[in-house]
């Protein structure tokens, strides 16, 4: 962040601040508000927080208008089609990306982390089997300080460190576990001899009493999946890892924040919502009725899985996704897919008819990333779990830099109060 050499002049009143503009490397200039409060007697009101930069941060840059996408200065596309995801993940927490050698030292260290306590074992024994695998993550995650003490050293780079690859490393193998326990399955321990994706996969599906054998395909697949979701900039998880490391909780309390943060439908369950959007369609007969109800506002339907909060443009992302999706499906023999036609039937709505253009509603990336999961067999209740898996790199990357911030002070947001003036308590005797 530099200064711009411009200053925003607010007068209210009788009053006037001066407010000092800066600018970014990338993207618009921004108006500093941190002195009209002294200057003014007043503060600023933004719901959502869709107006105002609540951190400076070096790792993502979305420009949502013409639909960019930057990890650390490169785009999407590249990292997503050249790179693998523990490259990225290097990337995002290091600020550059590692050469052969750091590489194979960062995937070394990993692979030494990727085993849990046995006595977080037991830790699945005390859920219920029908338990949602985000509760099973949340609290299992969370529960990791009371294993690593050392955790709570956040002042210490070296303990900041070891954190976020226990976290990188461990969450795959919880994750799998996750699954195991609500099917009833033995738990499969981690190899190292497998990749990042091929060792979460093996956990996911591998049998005691048979070999798995790793498709490169679909670990290609979910290697790029992991790629697209590992970092947004300050969406609403990222932003409560964030306020959450503010005060100077563990990393672990900060990430179990984070999953309940994305827990939430209107976050992370989108590619979820688009299973269950296609299977109400039920064929392309039904898609012209279905349109017809999205376009009018008392109906109450939603097209999910198009447009998105910040990409006014085309998500760069979903492209990927799309072409991934027909790489599973023809690797997996899937011809002709009922939810696979729908999809594509609906993508041309979109892009040519003039009410969803006119709206920027296009494709995002989880309207394929749904039927690129349940094609590899992973169940809708796991899709926010491999979310999160993905997204653990970015949250502790951006926990990092919070952390290591010069003058990082604690979240605290204000508010416009519109509840009851002061009054005098009645005792109750007196309330009738």
Same mark, same amino acid.
């Given at each position: ?66 639909? #960019?996408?930057? $990890? ?34 960062? #995937? ?55 954190? /976020?690859?226990?976290?990188? /490393?461990?969450?795959?193998?919880? /994750?799998?576990?996750? %699954? ?15 990749? %990042? ?32 979701? +590992? ?25 179990? +924040? ?7 439908? +209107? ?40 447009? $998105? ?52 509603? %296009? ?17 809708? *209740? ?5 979310? /999160? ?21 604690? *979240?605290?947001?204000?508010?416009? %109060? ?15």
């Amino acid at each position: 962040m530099t200064e711009s050499g411009k200053v925003a002049t607010v007068s209210l009143e009788g009053k006037t601040a001066s407010l000092p503009v800066h600018s970014g490397t990338l993207g618009p200039d921004v108006l500093d508000i941190r002195k009209i409060t002294a200057g003014l007697g007043v503060f600023t009101f933004d719901p959502g927080y869709g107006e105002t930069a609540s951190c400076t941060s070096k790792i993502t840059f979305i420009d949502g208008d013409k639909g #960019v996408l930057l $990890h650390r200065g490169y785009p999407i596309a590249q990292l997503a089609e050249q790179a693998t995801f523990t490259e990225v993940a290097y990337l995002l927490l290091n600020g550059e990306l590692p050469t052969g050698t750091e590489h194979d030292g960062f #995937v070394e260290t990993l692979k030494s982390h990727t085993l849990l306590h046995e006595q977080i074992r037991n830790f699945f024994n005390g859920f219920r089997r029908d338990a949602h695998p985000m509760a099973i993550l949340c609290g299992t995650v969370g529960a990791l300080s009371a294993f690593y003490s050392d955790a709570n050293d956040i002042s210490n780079a070296a303990s900041r460190n070891l954190s /976020a690859m226990r976290l990188i /490393a461990k969450l795959p193998t919880i /994750a799998a576990w996750a %699954y195991k326990y609500t099917q009833g399955e033995a738990f499969i321990y981690p190899r190292n001899d497998l990749t %990042y994706a091929e060792n979460f996969l093996s956990m996911m599906f591998a049998h005691p009493s048979e070999p798995y054998k790793i498709n490169p395909i679909l670990a290609r697949a979910m290697d790029r999946i992991l790629i697209l979701h +590992a970092d947004h900039e300050q969406n609403a998880s990222t932003s409560t890892v964030r306020m959450a490391g503010s005060t100077g909780a563990n990393p672990f309390a900060c990430v179990a +924040a984070g999953i309940a943060a994305l827990w939430g439908p +209107a976050h992370g369950g989108a590619n979820e919502a688009v299973l269950k959007m296609l299977a109400k369609i039920g064929s392309k007969e039904n898609i012209p009725e279905f349109i017809a109800q999205v376009k009018d506002k008392n109906s109450g339907v939603r097209l999910m899985g198009f447009g $998105h909060r910040v990409y006014k443009n085309f998500d760069p992302r979903a492209k990927i996704m799309q072409a991934t999706c027909h790489e599973v499906l023809g690797e997996l023999g899937i011809k002709d897919d009922p939810l696979l036609d729908l999809a594509v039937e609906l993508e041309k709505i979109a892009i040519h008819d003039e009410y969803f253009v006119k709206r920027s509603l %296009y494709p995002n990336v989880d309207f394929y990333s749904g039927i690129i999961l349940k094609a590899m067999g992973i169940p809708t *209740s796991m899709f926010t779990v491999l979310f /999160a898996l993905a997204r653990t790199t970015g949250w502790i990357s951006q926990w990092k830099e919070m952390i290591e911030e010069p003058g990082q002070r604690i *979240s605290r947001p204000r508010q416009l %109060y519109t509840g009851s003036p002061e009054r005098d308590f009645v005792p109750l005797a007196k309330r009738g």
